[in-house]
């Protein structure tokens, strides 16, 4: 599970409403007419920005690889036909072309949640969203960035719990139900301990949060967003 790094990288002193900014208009580009060019092209800055945040490759595909794996069957089913000739190709690289540019978008968000502080999100939405809709979307961001990974924990802890019982000599379904049973109370228990957590923290909507600045890092990384963003308007519009 990727998480926030310390660094002194491009990407960590870049602002973090900076990096919210690229990643929409890189998103806008890849979901827009997609051609084997511009599917090169979303593949380079995608593995530029994982370069210049100093994250590995592998340890991308180590965090995504379910999400890589479900995109994979897309292709499969895709070209799976009921009949004869029982599998056709032309179905397969359409589907193909249109999940492959998930991936590039994954490396984007990867070298962002790899580069920037959890509270530096917060800020970021809050202060670019007023009122007490920045401060709900900010807390909900915030607490799933810091609890994906403690859920993924727990499911790796139940997982070896059932196997050191011998749960694995169980068929598929009594597996699935009693993981799900667990998971679901873990759960419950988890959301009962952050519950008093926040009330013995004095939680409140509006706490003290980083200071941001814009930088001259910065202003080449907005114009390049703008640039994405104006593409994108420019080939919606066919011009």
């Not at 228990?189 to 409140?204: G, N, T």
């Amino acid at each position: 599970m990727l998480t926030y790094t310390p660094g002194s990288t491009i990407v960590h002193r870049l602002d973090p409403r900076t990096k919210l900014a690229f990643q929409f208009a890189f998103a806008l580009v890849a979901f827009g007419t997609l051609t084997l060019p511009r599917l090169v092209g979303l593949f380079v800055i995608g593995l530029g920005c994982l370069h210049l945040a100093d994250l590995s490759i592998r340890a991308v595909l180590r965090a995504y690889w379910f999400v890589l794996v479900v995109l994979a069957l897309g292709p499969l089913i895709a070209a799976i036909t009921l009949g004869p000739p029982w599998l056709r190709l032309d179905p397969a690289v359409v589907s193909l072309r249109s999940v492959a540019r998930i991936v590039p978008i994954l490396f984007v968000s990867a070298a962002y949640i790899h580069a920037t502080p959890i509270r530096e999100t917060r800020a970021a939405i809050q202060r670019t969203l007023p009122g007490r809709v920045g401060q709900l979307l900010g807390v909900g961001v915030a607490l799933t960035f810091r609890y994906v990974p403690v859920i993924r924990a727990d499911l790796r802890r139940v997982r070896d719990a059932i196997r050191a019982r011998n749960g694995d000599t169980r068929s598929l379904r009594e597996r699935s139900q009693r993981l799900t049973v667990l998971m679901v109370v873990r759960a419950l228990r988890r959301s009962d301990q952050l519950a008093v957590a926040l009330q013995a923290r004095c939680f409140a909507w509006n706490p003290t949060l980083p200071r941001l600045r814009f930088s001259r890092i910065d202003l080449p990384v907005w114009g390049l967003s703008i640039g994405f963003v104006a593409f994108a308007a420019i080939d919606l519009l066919g011009f």
